[in-house]
């Protein structure tokens, strides 16, 4: 097979359902899950005579993702009508919008090694999602659900400006980073919370004219995502390479054994009959309300990333792990507060406290300390009041038992102090050094890996409170000359 003949190119719809409580257009919940057909009012089913009503935080969630995605706001809105008819859709179309999506163009920047890249959308519109049909519930018949029927969804369209099964991951990675970021989506795709359909084609490099596409969908996941287009480029370079034609069409992909499958043909073009919905009336954005969107959008994780690998020094490694959630850079900015040792704020971030939260499987926003303990455990650290090993284990935990203590005070209960007392320190060192003259000759012909045992048998005389920079220095002096 031919890989580099050929250019692949991607475009991606991803449907990210909001979190707001209520659906888009009536009061009910829009909270996943509940007991089937629990979250449906007359308006939900569509009960002849029944309006609809805008859900005012939908829009906002919409303006702000668009907003920190670099998209131009539509400020003239309309909502149209998209005429189907589809079992888990009681009123026999569904309430997009046409001509106006709310964002246009933007971009998202992704990351690929040392090197980034915008991918260039085409367009952000809210929708309503439509309800569920349940196949497996029932031997006989399909069951419908509609709790989900009328949820607000955005739909994101990227350009055909993806080349890679990694791009496209590295896409959706970035994408719901920011939908969970700006809270307006939990991006779980598990859940079905954000979904994503791939359409891929292949053309020869320096081609100009797209090739014909095929679209895949049912992808639950980011990773499948990514093992769907891995099959669906070697599936179209077969056919290509033969002499082929390729058919557009949509496909579905089986988890099981990482293949697609043909759901229909797409030859003809759907014809949706869109008109405004005259239910719902125009609506403008205005100047004020974008501007109070905008006010609302917190610095985002590019943002950051920047600072805390100029500014801070940070890897971009640190930066990024820091960067992976907003609660993780909420608590890191949140610790420098109180200390500018960025190296270690991030490292017990990263050490510790991800540790405990794994360990305990439990959200950052439920840790149980305080930025301002966390700060107070480097700064003994930092004034070499203990070492990293003792705060990190000993004081830590106990600071997490009795949180209303301070973490001098538990490291001078718990006797943990170390000592700085140079003479004292002196005096294990000597003991140690006095019991071991072999060691000692090894040492100075030749054999320096030998330092560790001297400084490990100073740290059990000393019962570890024995400040190890002045034990290495010291050692270092007796050793040395
Ligand atoms: P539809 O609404 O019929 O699915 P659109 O023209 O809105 O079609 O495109 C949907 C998605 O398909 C967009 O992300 C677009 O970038 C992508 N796309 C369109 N043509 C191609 C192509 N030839 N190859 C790959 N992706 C494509
Ligand atoms: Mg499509």
Not at 446 to 451: H, M, T, Y
Request: charged letters at 25%.
């Amino acid at each position: 097979m031919n890989n580099s003949k050929y250019e692949v190119v991607i475009g991606l719809e991803v449907h990210a359902q909001l979190l707001t409580k209520s659906k888009l257009f009536c009061g009910d919940s829009a909270s996943f899950g509940g007991q089937p057909n629990t979250h449906v009012s007359p308006v939900t089913l569509a009960h002849p005579g029944t309006l609809p009503k805008m859900n005012k935080k939908a829009i906002e969630y919409a303006i702000k993702l668009g907003l920190a995605l670099n998209c131009d706001i539509e400020q003239n809105n309309y909502f149209a009508r998209k005429n189907y008819f589809y079992p888990d859709l009681p009123k026999g179309y569904q309430v997009s919008q046409h001509t106006t999506p709310i964002c246009k163009n933007g971009h998202l920047t992704i990351k690929a090694g040392d090197t980034s890249r915008n991918i260039i959308l085409n367009r952000i519109h809210m929708e309503e999602d439509a309800g569920k049909s349940l196949h497996d519930v029932d031997d006989k018949y399909t069951c419908i659900d509609l709790n989900r029927a009328g949820v607000p969804l955005l739909e994101i369209v990227t350009e055909p400006d993806l080349h890679s099964a990694e791009e496209a991951f590295a896409f959706l990675t970035e994408l719901r980073r920011m939908v969970r970021w700006l809270n307006v989506c939990d991006g779980n795709m598990e859940e079905g919370s954000m979904r994503c359909d791939a359409n891929i084609s292949i053309r020869l490099h320096g081609a100009e004219k797209l090739g014909t596409r095929v679209e895949v969908k049912n992808l639950n996941s980011i990773r499948n995502v990514k093992r769907a287009i891995e099959h669906e480029v070697q599936r179209l370079i077969t056919i290509v390479d033969k002499g082929e034609k390729v058919i557009q069409e949509t496909r579905s992909f089986d988890a099981n054994n990482g293949t697609t499958f043909s759901l229909r043909s797409k030859e003809e073009a759907d014809d949706y009959r869109y008109f405004p919905d005259p239910d719902l009336t125009p609506f403008n954005i205005t100047d004020e309300f974008l501007k109070s969107i905008k006010e609302t959008i917190p610095a985002l994780p590019e943002e950051l990333e920047k600072k805390y690998t100029t500014v801070f020094n940070l890897s971009a490694a640190d930066a990024a792990v820091i960067c992976s959630d907003k609660e993780s850079a909420d608590l890191f900015e949140a610790i420098i507060k109180h200390s500018n040792n960025y190296k270690s704020v991030a490292n017990w971030l990263m050490g510790p406290v991800k540790s405990f939260t794994n360990e305990k499987s439990i959200e950052l926003a439920d840790f149980p300390l305080s930025a301002k303990q966390i700060a107070q455990l480097i700064q003994l650290v930092d004034d070499g009041k203990v070492s990293f090993g003792v705060a990190s284990s000993r004081i830590f935990n106990a600071l997490i038992e009795t949180p209303e203590k301070e973490p001098l005070q538990i490291a001078t209960e718990l006797n943990l102090l170390q000592e700085s007392d140079s003479s004292l320190v002196e005096t294990w060192v000597d003991e140690v050094l006095a019991k071991m003259p072999d060691k000692i000759k090894e040492y100075k012909s030749g054999k320096k890996n030998l330092i560790g045992l001297f400084v490990g048998e100073v740290k059990k005389v000393s019962k570890g409170k024995a400040d190890m920079q002045i034990v290495n220095k010291l050692l270092a002096d007796k050793l040395n000359n």
